[in-house]
């Protein structure tokens, strides 16, 4: 019999990469590993080529320069995780729940969909100033918009065609009915099958979730929870245009660590950990080969949160209201209230008599309407 332990092993390490060059939309911006190497775990060398330009021929060539610079980076992002699998969980559900079942789940789910986060909310940080527009979208001028995008790619990049257009997808609706978008039929290499490829003026487009499309993310550190999830001044991204080769990805995963229940000195579990470090970088001479639309914040829909001191006296105010659409705000603390006689702060309630929605100091609200706040206070 195949060792179990090994066969999981292998499964993670050789299908790992396998599924998140399938599964992730920001596939394209993969780095061409021609152009980086390998210094340790963690540091990489990004080679970026640059030429004279010409100069008169009479009477023989002129000798220009060629350099080949290597860009040295470092990957910022060590993430990883340990999951106990069950053995008996394992076995009351016929084996779904092994390691390798766990495993691609995992990277399908968790994995692929932080990556892409990352890497394009990096983007939007790395992009140049001139290059980025904040601006109100809709589905009346985003072809337009995209297309302003492409020719100033075109004007400071000299690339016109082949870029890849990442698309918010609540975008998507309008611009699959628009005869301004062309469909490309092309052939998956390895089936046969063909599928059709929606573009812009010779650029790709690829649309991407709206949780993925966020100009900045918190990543979480695994101590009271995991993942990731929208900083509280993020907004959405309408689209992000990269040039080919403008944005450079890298992914390095570690050898997983499988320990089955045998050896589990903590209980009847198999312990699957898994260390992936990646990061995502904009060659010193492509600056320009990235273009960011961003909402505009603040138009169409502006949205106020206040606080009220229901019965106490003082104030609280929010500096960052008012907020846009989908934006979080975050629950002050009672501090700068005094409570009504004999009474102490229990927490915050969206009606004056508590029947609402209850909040404690540092929840999150995603702000979709006006929000206020009532104090709500309990004898001492």
């Not at 060792?3 to 092993?9: G, M, S």
């Not at 100069?55 to 320069?65: L, M, R």
């Not at 960052?320 to 006689?341: C, F, M, N």
Request: overall charge negative; some cysteine; charged content about 20%.
């Amino acid at each position: 019999m195949v060792n179990d332990i090994t066969e999981r092993i292998s499964y993670l390490k050789d299908g790992l990469d396998e599924i998140v060059t399938r599964e992730a939309v920001t596939t394209a911006m993969t780095a061409d590993p021609k152009n980086i190497k390998q210094l340790d775990a963690k540091t990489f060398k990004l080679m970026s080529i640059s030429t004279s330009g010409l100069g008169d021929y009479a009477n023989g060539y002129k000798k220009g320069q060629v350099s080949n610079a290597w860009q040295t980076i470092t990957l910022s992002k060590d993430r990883g995780v340990r999951l106990d699998i069950e053995k008996v969980e394992e076995l009351e559900t016929g084996g779904l729940l092994h390691i390798s079942r766990v495993a691609s789940e995992f990277v399908r789910t968790e994995v692929v969909p932080e990556i892409d986060a990352y890497r394009l909310s990096r983007a939007v940080a790395l992009c140049d100033a001139g290059m980025k527009k904040t601006e109100e979208l809709s589905n009346a001028n985003i072809y337009t918009k995209i297309v302003d995008g492409l020719n100033s790619i075109y004007d400071e990049f000299g690339v016109d065609h082949g870029c890849t257009i990442y698309i918010n997808m609540k975008f998507k609706s309008y611009l699959d009915l628009s005869s301004q978008v062309t469909h490309n039929v092309q052939v998956d290499q390895k089936t046969g099958a063909q599928f059709t490829v929606p573009m812009i003026n010779g650029s790709y487009i690829q649309y991407v979730p709206t949780l993925r499309m966020k100009s900045a993310y918190i990543f979480l550190d695994g101590t009271t929870d995991f993942g990731f999830t929208p900083a509280d001044d993020a907004v959405d991204v309408n689209f992000i245009i990269v040039a080919p080769g403008a944005v450079q990805a890298i992914v390095a995963i570690n050898e997983p660590k499988v320990i089955p229940a045998s050896n589990n000195p903590d209980g009847n579990a198999d312990i699957f950990g898994c260390e992936i470090l990646h990061d995502v970088f904009v060659p010193n001479n492509k600056k320009k080969g990235l273009y960011v639309s961003l909402d505009d914040p603040k138009n169409p829909n502006s949205y106020t949160f206040t606080y009220n001191a229901n019965g106490g006296s003082g104030t609280i105010t929010d500096a960052k209201s008012p907020y846009g659409e989908d934006q979080r705000a975050t629950v002050k603390a009672s501090t700068g209230l005094t409570a009504p006689s004999n009474k102490v702060f229990d927490e915050w309630n969206t009606a004056s008599d508590g029947s609402g929605t209850s909040y404690k100091p540092g929840q999150k609200i995603t702000m979709t309407a006006n929000v206020t706040l009532y104090a709500q206070w309990k004898a001492e």
